[in-house]
């Protein structure tokens, strides 16, 4: 198996729906030794055939431009090359490696052999003080090109960033990068399986709003089932409302939403966590509940509606 930092594989995985067996997009761009050699992307037609609307909102994937490309199943011997036997790459890593191994599972489908590491937490040791981590903030900062959420151009820059760090923390080989903390973990899709079968609670001590607060020009998540709107439409009200909705938790969130619907503490749910470990680095993200967020969305109308008439 190629070693880092020279050879390796940037992924990118873009979702139809919150399940993560419904890849719709993947770009994959090879790295070795030390150069950009190759890079492909596939439309995927999802099983079954399900978009939400915050999801197209993100990538702008719909199903009339997948309904005639091939399924997961189909593509997978010819993606399979690409990865076997490689170390990938991903930004947020764990959302990648679950849309992954929720494929494969679902299909019976081989396992490729494979380490894979985060390009987030690297450029977190790399690159202290940002005030951003997020694909698109880094993209920005060093000044490279980037269709967010397209999937081939997300991995390209995924595959810059690698270098680009280790290059500036001078990583010339698998020590090194594990000096600084950093792991590569082998991919299992009994691991992964594991990671997504879990239900755990939490006790969760929510965020509070101020008065002057709004959802205007903020971002924002949701986790979980809601108990006063279905997700479509929390996510239709958080646009009305001036935000722009994702599905990823990363430091450029502002709001993550969690559902209790069934009552009790909060499912830990990977977006959760995420959010519990950014807030513990610093982040000024919050964790609100859905009245908070009923309390913003009736706000932010109202704020809509006097710059209407005024």
Request: net charge negative; with cysteine.
């Amino acid at each position: 198996m190629a070693d880092l930092p020279l050879n390796f594989v940037a992924l990118d995985f873009e979702t139809a729906n919150r399940h993560p067996n419904s890849a719709c997009a993947l770009g994959l761009v090879t790295v070795a030794d030390g150069q950009l050699v190759d890079e492909v992307s596939f439309l995927i037609r999802p099983e079954p055939l399900v978009f939400e609307s915050g999801n197209i909102r993100v990538h702008g994937i719909t199903p009339e431009k997948v309904r005639s490309m091939p399924t997961w199943d189909q593509l997978w011997p010819t993606i399979l090359p690409y990865l076997d036997s490689k170390i990938w790459v991903a930004h947020n890593a764990g959302f990648d490696m679950k849309v992954l191994g929720s494929s494969l599972r679902a299909h019976a489908l081989p396992i490729p052999r494979g380490r894979f590491f985060c390009s987030w937490r690297l450029a977190k040791k790399v690159f202290p003080g940002l005030s951003s981590y997020s694909l698109g903030a880094l993209a920005a900062h060093f000044d490279w090109e980037l269709q967010h959420h397209d999937a081939l151009s997300d991995a390209r820059v995924c595959a810059f960033l690698c270098l680009e760090a280790f290059q500036k923390a001078e990583i010339t080989n698998l020590a090194q990068f594990q000096a600084l903390g950093l792991k590569l973990q082998t991919f299992s899709l009994d691991t992964i399986a594991s990671q997504t079968a879990s239900l755990q609670t939490l006790e969760v001590r929510f965020d509070t709003i101020v008065e002057d607060e709004s959802l205007n020009s903020r971002t924002v998540v949701f986790s979980g089932d809601l108990v006063h709107f279905t997700r479509d439409d929390a996510e239709y009200r958080a646009w009305q409302s001036g935000a722009r909705v994702v599905t990823r938790v990363d430091e450029g969130v502002d709001y993550l939403v969690v559902g209790q619907k069934h009552g009790g503490y909060p499912i830990l749910t990977p977006k959760l966590q995420a959010a519990l470990r950014l807030k513990q680095e610093g982040s000024s993200l919050k964790i609100i509940d859905e009245k908070c967020f009923r309390d913003l969305v009736n706000r932010s109308s109202w704020d809509m509606m006097v710059k209407v008439t005024e």
